[in-house]
C-alpha cells in the first residue's frame, strides 16, 4: 500500500512539474508572440514615415527654381540613391531580426518539447 502511494505522489509530483513547464512555455511563447507583434508595428510605422519623409522631400525639391534644375536633378538622384540604399539596409536588418525572434521561438519550443519527451520518458520507465 505504502509502495503505491509513493508511486501516486512522484505521479503527481511528474504531473506538476509536466504543467508547470507547459504554461512557463506558453507564457515564453506568448511574450515572444507579442514582441513579434510590436515589432512588425514598429516596421510598418518606420516604413509609413520614411515614405513620407521621402514624399516631403521630393516635394521641397520640387518647389526649386528651374535656374537649379540641373543641380537638383543630381542631388536628388544621389539622395534616392542613399534613400534606396538605407532602405535596403533597414529592411534586412528587420529581416534578420524577425529571422533572429522567430529561431528563438522555435528553439523555445523545441526545448520545451524535448522536455516534455524527457518528462514522458520518465513517466513510462
Known amino acids: 500500500m505504502e509502495t503505491m502511494y509513493f508511486v501516486l505522489g512522484m505521479l503527481s509530483i511528474a504531473g506538476a512539474a509536466f504543467v508547470a513547464t507547459t504554461v512557463w ?20 510605422n518606420n516604413d509609413r514615415n520614411m515614405y513620407e519623409n521621402i514624399h516631403r522631400m521630393r516635394e521641397e525639391f520640387d518647389r526649386r527654381s528651374d535656374d537649379f534644375a540641373r543641380e537638383r536633378d543630381k542631388r536628388t538622384e ?20 524577425i529571422k533572429n525572434v522567430t529561431s528563438y521561438v522555435d528553439s523555445r519550443i523545441d526545448k520545451v518539447s524535448a522536455t516534455l519527451k524527457e518528462k514522458k520518458q520518465l513517466l513510462k520507465d
Open 78 to 97: 544621389e539622395l534616392q540613391r542613399e534613400i534606396d540604399k538605407r532602405t535596403e539596409d533597414l529592411h534586412r536588418d528587420i529581416n534578420d531580426d
Open 25 to 44: 512555455g506558453m507564457v515564453k511563447i506568448t511574450k515572444l508572440l507579442k514582441a513579434i507583434k510590436q515589432q512588425e508595428e514598429w516596421i510598418m
